[in-house]
């Protein structure tokens, strides 16, 4: 079985840094890519930032020069490192990878979320 552990949410004040970590295992071959979205209550679901293998990464608008996506591949792992944050980012943070199995499936796979309150 495949699956995603996000963990590092919690409660920040404004201004504030946060750092998420999203592990990924099972029967993976490899990861083709790593993103991560949020969610708000009444808000769809958007992209945050996603990373390739090769390392390319891409930004949502709103978190462009404060958040920083990475990742180690060795370990299965990304990262989302979170600065200046502000109350528009209180969401809960999903991490989503797409993936080969070690069955050569080609996956979609989400993690379970964490949350982020930016609140003084």
């Known amino acids: 079985q495949v699956r995603l552990v996000e963990s590092g949410g919690g409660l920040v004040q404004p201004g504030g840094s946060l750092r998420l970590s999203c592990v990924a295992s099972g029967s993976i071959l490899s990861i083709y890519a790593m993103s991560w979205?949020?969610?708000?209550?009444?808000?769809?679901?958007?992209?945050?930032?996603?990373?390739?293998?090769?390392?390319s990464t891409n930004y949502g608008d709103s978190v462009k020069g404060r958040f920083t996506i990475s990742r180690d591949n060795a370990k299965n792992t990304?990262?989302?490192q979170?600065?200046?944050?502000?109350?528009?980012?209180?969401?809960v943070y999903y991490c989503n990878a797409e993936i080969l199995s070690y069955q050569y499936r080609q996956m979609n796979i989400w993690g379970q979320g964490t949350q982020v309150t930016v609140s003084s």
């Open 78 to 80: 990304e990262y989302l």
């Open 37 to 55: 979205y949020r969610q708000a209550p009444g808000n769809q679901r958007e992209l945050v930032a996603t990373i390739t293998s090769g390392g």
């Open 82 to 91: 979170m600065n200046s944050l502000k109350p528009e980012d209180t969401a």
